[in-house]
């Protein structure tokens, strides 16, 4: 079963700085990868999606994220984060041909200080 | 607003009671799927519908859950004599057929174990 990790749980920043999450998978097949969002009081939320071609992909609100198969990483980016950004930002995982359920991981929460 | 809905947002029981949730899917989504989500954690992936029928479940689900839906519309889920460790955030979501198709979500049903 694949499996997912996040690191550095809890990030604060200031507005306009850069965000980089992180996020690593474990599993040898064809995957597709996640990120979702969750702004404060509102559900689950589509950030971006992966699942083939140019691994550079761009998202809503300025978000990118950067599959690299070699690393079996897909790490999301904000060149320069508004206060609105403040949110729990969850990495998931699905196996294009295996199980049908989405791994996720544990999510970062960011705190975009005014 | 057409996406997923869940009902009730929340839930108090007392330990022992049977408590049921509902999903409404997005229409046209034949598959539906229900997570649940504790503190601090991402949601782990619980069961999956493709229309009526239960294809795949959880080892988390154990005998005391069931789900259901009966006409591949919306779907239930039920928690028998629940327990404290049942507290959580249900999760439901839908997507259209394939495995590796988006999984929308839907707000969420906060259950608390009393």
């Known amino acids: 079963a694949q499996s997912v990790s996040q690191h550095n749980h809890h990030v604060i920043l200031s507005e306009a700085a850069s965000l980089e999450l992180g996020c690593n998978y474990s599993?040898?097949?064809?995957?597709?990868l996640f990120w979702y969002v969750q702004y404060p009081g509102q559900h689950l939320q589509l950030l971006l999606k992966y699942f083939s071609g140019d691994p550079l992909v761009k998202g809503i609100k300025g978000f990118e994220a950067e599959f690299i198969k070699s690393k079996f990483s897909f790490n999301l980016r904000k060149p320069s984060v508004q206060w609105s950004d403040t949110a729990e930002y969850f990495c998931?995982?699905?196996?294009?041909?295996?199980?049908?359920?989405?791994?996720f991981g544990k999510g970062n929460q960011v705190v975009v200080i005014p | 607003d057409t996406g997923v809905s869940q009902d009730p947002r929340h839930k108090i029981t007392k330990r022992g009671q049977n408590v049921t949730f509902r999903c409404d899917p997005i229409s046209e989504h034949n598959r539906l799927y229900w997570y649940r989500q504790t503190l601090g954690q991402g949601p782990e992936f619980l069961t999956y519908?493709?229309?009526?029928?239960?294809?795949?479940k959880s080892r988390l689900l154990s005998d005391r859950f069931s789900a259901e839906r009966p006409k591949g519309s919306f779907s239930t889920l039920e928690i028998q004599r629940t327990e404290q460790g049942d507290s959580a955030m249900y999760l439901c979501a839908s997507s259209l057929d394939g495995a590796a198709d988006t999984q929308y979500f839907g707000p969420g049903t906060r259950l608390t174990v009393l």
């Open positions: 998931a995982v699905i196996s294009y041909y295996g199980n049908n359920r989405l791994a």
């Open positions: 599993y040898g097949g064809t995957v597709n």
């Open positions: 519908f493709q229309n009526e029928a239960q294809l795949e």
